[in-house]
Structure formats: C-alpha cells, structure tokens
C-alpha cells in the first residue's frame, strides 16, 4: 500500500524563479494538504483541495497556489520565489468525510539562493 | 486566528524514564486531537489521537490525557527508549489541523 508520494525530494531555485512540487495521495484518499515546514518550526497550512478545487487556504500570499488532478495527485506552484520560502514542503492526504488525522510524505525540500 | 501552544520546546529524559509534552488550544469546535512524531528528515507520523468525548486513551507506551475544561491535551511517553527521541507535534483540529510548534525529545542511553 504505497503511502504519500512527493517529488523532487530536493530543490535549489534562485530568488524570483518559479517552482512545482508534486504529491500522490495515498490510495484511497481524495483531499491533498499542503504544509510548510520552516527549520524548527512546526508546519504551517497553505491550502487543502478536494474535488479538484481549492477548500480551505492558510494565511499565504496568492503567490502560492495549487492544483488537483482527477487522479487526486496534485501540485503546489510558488511563483516569484524569496529567500523566506526555503522550507520542507510537505503534502497530507486524507479521506473527505473522515476525520483521523493526516498521512504525510517525507517532503520537498527547497532552498532558495 | 486559531493558536496552538505546545510545551516544552525541548525535553532530555533518561532511558526508561516518563516523557510529558502538553498542548493548549484555542478553538472549541476543534474534535480530533493528534500526536504527530517526526523524525529527521521525514514528515510528520500519526502517532496517537483522541476524540473529545474520552479523557484518555492508551497505546503501547503512549497515552494522551485529555481536558477538554482546560483546553488542553498531553502526551505521555512511559518508559522512554533511545528510539522515541524525535520531535512531536500536537495538530488538534477538524479535517484541518493544526499543529503545534513542536518539543524536541532526546532519550539518553
């Protein structure tokens, strides 16, 4: 049963660039989080998607933004990047309906020079 | 905005010892209240969760208290190894979670 999967693992980017990381679900599941995960800090929300669209959204600028797929797998976009966004981006997947929690991937990390 | 307090920051605790890391919240319609465990370079696990309709819950070693009065949930560790040094978040919430500034557990040998 594969769990949550997340590429790249790894990803240097450059001040003002654009980048996509990519997430699929675990099976079964058909809500995608998204969480960034600052160095020592716990992981903060930036948006869920279900059935394709956008449910909630965290207090991020609209420079992040996102994508679902039919398949449930989706994207997180970060347009004009800043030395601030470097973080562990980590992808949840749940069930709509069930409240038990999360399962999480390991994460991308970025890291803007 | 919806705050979360988790405390210690940081715990060191003897092998074979009890690990307790608390967690205070703000949002009454919260009605889920995990534990997540993370180690390294890997996300966050499930480790152990609580609905507000119980006060305490055991798995294993691990045991959450809850105080649904107080707004507040703990985490406890018995018997603590050198493999539950990690760092553990708390993520109450409701189909949204949210988590916890973490406390970073060492377990000495």
């Known amino acids: 049963d594969a769990g949550v999967t997340q590429s790249p693992t790894h990803l240097i980017k450059t001040r003002g660039q654009q980048v996509t990381l990519r997430c699929s679900p675990k099976s079964g599941h058909d809500t995608v989080s998204w969480y960034q995960q600052a160095l020592g800090q716990g992981p903060q929300f930036i948006f869920q998607y279900y059935e394709e669209e956008e449910r909630q959204r965290g207090n991020f600028p609209d420079r992040f933004s996102g994508h679902q797929f039919p398949n449930y797998s989706s994207e997180l976009n970060v347009n004009a990047l800043l030395l601030g966004d470097s973080a562990l981006y980590l992808c949840?997947?749940?069930?709509?309906?069930?409240?038990?929690?999360?399962?999480f991937g390991s994460g991308t990390r970025l890291t803007v020079v | 905005q919806q705050q979360v307090k988790q405390s210690p920051q940081s715990l060191i605790v003897q092998k074979g010892g009890i690990s307790i890391i608390n967690c205070a919240y703000e949002?009454?319609?919260?009605?889920?209240f995990p534990w997540y465990q993370q180690f390294p370079g890997k996300g966050p696990a499930l480790l152990i969760a609580i609905r507000p309709d119980v006060s305490e819950k055991k798995e294993g070693r691990f045991t959450i208290s809850f105080n649904k009065s107080a707004k507040q949930f703990s985490l406890h560790i018995m018997d603590s190894q050198p493999g539950d040094s990690a760092t553990y978040f708390c993520a109450p919430g409701t189909y949204k979670y949210i988590f916890g500034t973490g406390t970073r557990l060492k377990v000495l040998a």
């Open positions: 949840a997947s749940s069930l709509a309906g069930d409240n038990y929690g999360y399962t």
């Open positions: 949002n009454t319609a919260f009605d889920y």
